[in-house]
C-alpha cells in the first residue's frame, strides 16, 4: 500500500480508536500492556458499538491491568491493521477470518455463540431480500437480468455465501444480473436500495431483516428459503460458523491466553453472547475454493497455469496444427479460385472453338452438299434441257398446226398439258436441288426413314440423264421414325449414291444397279434403323479400306476425299455409326449406317 494509504490508515485508526477502560492492576501475566481489538464494522458506528459493549466491559472487568483499545475497521483497514500489527486481536466475520488467517497467519482461540443461533457451527447466513410486491421474483433463478445491490465482492454475509448458492444453479453474478452494485457498508445501503426501488434485489446478512423496524420490514420479503431448523431468521443460504476473536503472530501469548480465558468465563450477556471454544471454518474454506476467490483466488490462476504447464505440448501441436491447417485451407481455396478461373477460361475458349468448329462444319457440309450438286450437275443441264426441248417442240407443233389449219381443240389440250407436265418437271428438279443446296443451321424433326430415302433417290436420280437401276427395299422397318436432320441425312445417302455410281463407271449403263435396303435392328441399347446403300461396283483394295473414313483420302481423279468423313460426322452427331463392308457374294460394296429408331 502507498505510503499515502498508510497515512490515511493511521489517520482512520486514531480517530475511531474507543478507549474504554483503564483499570487498575489485577492480572500479572499479561503486564500492563493495552489489549488492542480490531472489529469488522458492518452496521454503523453506534450500534455495533452497542452490541458490543458487554464483550468490552466484561473484558475490562477481568483484565483490568490492560487498558483496552477498541476500533471498529471496515475490511480494508482492518486487513492494514493485521498486516502492520497495530493491533492484537481480530473480531471479524468468518469468511474475512479466513482470508486473514491464510494471508497473515491469524489464529481463532474463540467463537461467537449467541443464544439465536442453533449452534456456533450454525450461526451465520445470507439472505436475499425482494420487495415484497415483486411477485415475479420467487426463486434465485429470478434474479437473472434483475438489478442487485451487494456490500462488497468480498463480504462475507453481503454477497459470497449468495454467491456460492448461485453457482450450481449455473447463475453467474458478474455476468448473468442484468445490474451489480457494491454498495459498501453499512448493510442498511443495501435495504435502502431495495427499499427505494434502485435495485431489484439485495443481498444482506440473515436475520438483517428481522431487526428491521416492522413497517420498513413488511415491505420486504427473503427470496428462496431454507429450511434451517431451529435458526430464527430467514436465510436464503446454507449457514457458516459464527464470528470468531483470533490473535495475531505479534500477540503476546500470555495476553492471547488472559483473553481467550476470559472470553471462555464471559456470562451469556442480556443479549444473548457469549463465547465458546473455537469452531471448525472448513466450510468457509470450501466456499472459498469452489469460488476460487478470497485466499483461494490463486487456485483460477494457477489452475491456468498448471494447464499450461502439463498441456504445452499439446497446446503447442494444437497451436502448430491449427496454423497448419489455416495455411492449407488458405492455400487450397486459392488453388480453388486459381484453378476454377483457368477452368473456366479453358471452357469458355472450348467453346468458342466449339462454335467456330460447328460454324466451319456447317460451312463444309453446305460446300460438300455444293460439291456432289456440282460433280453431278454436269447432267443436270441435259436433265433440264429435255422438259425445255419438250415444251419447244410441243409449242411448235402447235404453230405449224396452226400455219396448216390443222389445229384442232384437241391438240391443243393435248399439247398445252405436256407442256404443263415438262414444266413441272423442271420446276421440282430445280425445287429440290435449291432445298438441298441451301444454308442453314441444323436442326432436328421426327422423320419416316422411308420417306427421306425415296425423297434422297427422287433427288438423285434427278440429276442424272443416265440413271442407274435404284432399288428400295423397306419392308422390314414399319412404322419407326427417326429424329434427324433430314437435309444431313439426305446429303449422306446423296453422298453414299453417287460413290457407288462412281465406284460402276466402268460397267456399261445396264448393269449399273445400286440397292438400298432399310431394316430395324434390336440392340441394348433400344432399336435401331440401318440402312444399308449396294453397288455392284469395282469394291475396295483392302489397302484402301484403312484411310476410307479418313480426311482427304480418294481415288478419284477429281475427288476431294471429304464426302465419307463427313458422312461419318454426320452419322455420329446423330448417335449412330457407319461402317463399310463387301457383299457376301464379293461384288462391289455395302455402306451401312445406323440411327435410333422411335417407334
Ligand atoms: P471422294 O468421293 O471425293 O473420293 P469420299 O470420301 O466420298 O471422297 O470417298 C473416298 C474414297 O473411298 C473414294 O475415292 C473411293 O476410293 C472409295 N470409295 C467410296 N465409296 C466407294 C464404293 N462404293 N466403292 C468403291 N470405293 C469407294
Redesign the pocket.
Known amino acids: 500500500m502507498s505510503l499515502l494509504c498508510r497515512l490515511a490508515f493511521r489517520a482512520f485508526l486514531t480517530f475511531f480508536t474507543l478507549v474504554f477502560f483503564v483499570g487498575p492492576t489485577l492480572a500479572a501475566a499479561t503486564e500492563a500492556r493495552p489489549i488492542r481489538i480490531g472489529l469488522l464494522a458492518f452496521l454503523d458506528t453506534e450500534t455495533m458499538r452497542h452490541q458490543w459493549a458487554p464483550l468490552l466491559k466484561h473484558l475490562a472487568n477481568a483484565l483490568p491491568d490492560n487498558p483496552l483499545v477498541f476500533v471498529q475497521l471496515d475490511h480494508a483497514a482492518l486487513r492494514e491493521a493485521v498486516a502492520h500489527q497495530s493491533i492484537d486481536f481480530v473480531i471479524t466475520n468468518p469468511g474475512n477470518y479466513v482470508a486473514l488467517e491464510m494471508a497473515f497467519g491469524i489464529s481463532r482461540i474463540a467463537t461467537l455463540d449467541t443464544t439465536q443461533a442453533p449452534s456456533p457451527m450454525r450461526a451465520v447466513g445470507s439472505a436475499v431480500i425482494v420487495r415484497d410486491e415483486r411477485q415475479d421474483l420467487k426463486t434465485l433463478t429470478d434474479l437473472v437480468g434483475q438489478r442487485v445491490s451487494a456490500v462488497g465482492d468480498n463480504a462475507f454475509g453481503g454477497f459470497q455465501m449468495a454467491w456460492r448458492e448461485l453457482m450450481p444453479l449455473g447463475i453467474d453474478p458478474f455476468t448473468d444480473f442484468k445490474q451489480l452494485d457494491f454498495v459498501g457498508l453499512p448493510m442498511g445501503k443495501v435495504i435502502d436500495a431495495v427499499a427505494q426501488g434502485r435495485a431489484d434485489a439485495g443481498i444482506v446478512r440473515a436475520c438483517t431483516l428481522e431487526s428491521l423496524p416492522p413497517d420498513q420490514r413488511a415491505m420486504l420479503r427473503v427470496l428462496s428459503p431454507r429450511p434451517e431448523v431451529d435458526f430464527p431468521c430467514q436465510t436464503s443460504t446454507r449457514l457458516y460458523p459464527d464470528w470468531p476473536i483470533a490473535t495475531l503472530r505479534g500477540t503476546p501469548p500470555a495476553l492471547a491466553k488472559a483473553v481467550a480465558t476470559a472470553l471462555l468465563a464471559m456470562p451469556v450477556t442480556p443479549e444473548g453472547m457469549s463465547w465458546t471454544v473455537p469452531a471448525d471454518y472448513q466450510s468457509v474454506h470450501e466456499l472459498f475454493r469452489e469460488l476460487q476467490t478470497g485466499p483461494y483466488s490463486y487456485l483460477k490462476e494457477s489452475t491456468l497455469r498448471a494447464a499450461a504447464v502439463r498441456y504445452w505440448p499439446m497446446v503447442l501441436m494444437l497451436a502448430t496444427l491449427l496454423v497448419g491447417w489455416i495455411i492449407y485451407t488458405v492455400r487450397v481455396e486459392y488453388l480453388v479460385q486459381t484453378r476454377t478461373h483457368a477452368l473456366r477460361q479453358a471452357l469458355d475458349e472450348r467453346q468458342a472453338i466449339e462454335g467456330r468448329m460447328r460454324v466451319h462444319q456447317e460451312q463444309i457440309e453446305h460446300l460438300s452438299r455444293l460439291s456432289i450438286l456440282g460433280e453431278l450437275s454436269g447432267t443436270l443441264a441435259h436433265e433440264i434441257n429435255q422438259p425445255l426441248a419438250s415444251i419447244g417442240n410441243y409449242a411448235q407443233s402447235l404453230v405449224l398446226r396452226l400455219d396448216n389449219g390443222r389445229l384442232t381443240d384437241a391438240a391443243v389440250r393435248e399439247a398445252s398439258l405436256e407442256i404443263a407436265g415438262q414444266a413441272e418437271r423442271a420446276a421440282s428438279i430445280l425445287g429440290r436441288i435449291r432445298g438441298f443446296a441451301r444454308k442453314r443451321a441444323p436442326v432436328r424433326e421426327r422423320c419416316a426413314p422411308a420417306d427421306l430415302v425415296r425423297e434422297s433417290v427422287h433427288l438423285f436420280s434427278g440429276l442424272l440423264s443416265n440413271r442407274p437401276v435404284i432399288g428400295v427395299d423397306d419392308s422390314a422397318v414399319l412404322n419407326g421414325l427417326v429424329e434427324v436432320d433430314p437435309l444431313q441425312i439426305q446429303q449422306v445417302l446423296l453422298?453414299?449414291l453417287?460413290?457407288?455410281l462412281?465406284?460402276m463407271q466402268h460397267l456399261p449403263d445396264r448393269e449399273r444397279r445400286l440397292h438400298i435396303t432399310l431394316q430395324r435392328v434390336t440392340q441394348v441399347a433400344g432399336d435401331q434403323l440401318r440402312v444399308a446403300v449396294r453397288?455392284v461396283?469395282?469394291?475396295?483394295a483392302p489397302e484402301?479400306r484403312e484411310h476410307?473414313f479418313k480426311p482427304f483420302?480418294?481415288?478419284?481423279r477429281d475427288?476431294?476425299?471429304?464426302?465419307?468423313?463427313i458422312?461419318t460426322t454426320i452419322i455420329e452427331a446423330h448417335g449412330g455409326r457407319l461402317s463399310v463392308q463387301t457383299p457376301d457374294d464379293g461384288v462391289?460394296?455395302v455402306?451401312a449406317f445406323t440411327l435410333p429408331l422411335y417407334n
Open positions: 453422298n453414299l453417287k460413290n457407288g462412281d465406284a453397288d461396283g469395282r469394291g475396295l484402301a476410307l483420302f480418294t481415288t478419284k475427288g476431294l476425299g471429304l464426302g465419307l468423313s458422312c462391289g460394296l455402306f
